[in-house]
């Protein structure tokens, strides 16, 4: 199977593209969709928009794992964070693509075995799990393997 997980942001949207067999990971891409701070807030929406919809095209995944906001002290913060993630969310949806979503605990469960995880532990399981040179930059789309990670072992279990 094969996934795009993404970590949800305005200035920064990770992304990886793993693909999952008999458990076995391949990482097919990995990067980060980047937002220019002085461009108006509506074309950085169309921006994270167009680039995902493109990865959709490029990579044809059969899912899509997206990080669950949650509660930021910064509400603006939080507020634009939930638009963006609306349109990772229309983007999948428009090309019929399954949305599956996963709390910030979940994702470190399922990598790290402890659900309370700091990033750094994170980045080298995705070193370690995808047999990466290095750990994924920016922390994003480390973070955005492993949601993709996540989804392929939640979907595992509830095969079986």
Do not use: W
């Amino acid at each position: 199977m094969k996934i795009l997980g993404i970590d949800p942001g305005y200035a920064i949207v990770g992304y990886g593209v793993i693909e999952y067999n008999q458990n076995h990971f391949k990482t097919i891409d990995y990067g980060a969709i980047l937002t220019d701070k002085d461009t108006p807030f509506p074309q950085r929406l169309k921006q994270i928009y167009d680039k995902t919809t493109q990865l959709i095209n490029i990579h044809k995944p059969e899912y899509l794992s997206i990080e669950e906001l949650f509660f930021n002290t910064n509400v603006k913060t939080a507020i634009a964070v939930g638009h963006a993630r609306g349109v990772l969310l229309l983007a999948a949806e428009q090309a019929g693509i399954p949305i599956y979503e996963y709390t910030p605990l979940q994702i470190k469960q399922a990598v790290t075995g402890y659900g309370r995880a700091d990033k750094h532990q994170v980045q080298q399981m995705m070193k370690t799990l995808l047999g990466l040179p290095s750990v994924p930059k920016p922390d994003d789309t480390a973070d955005a393997l492993a949601v993709a990670i996540c989804h392929a072992h939640s979907f595992r279990q509830n095969i079986y």
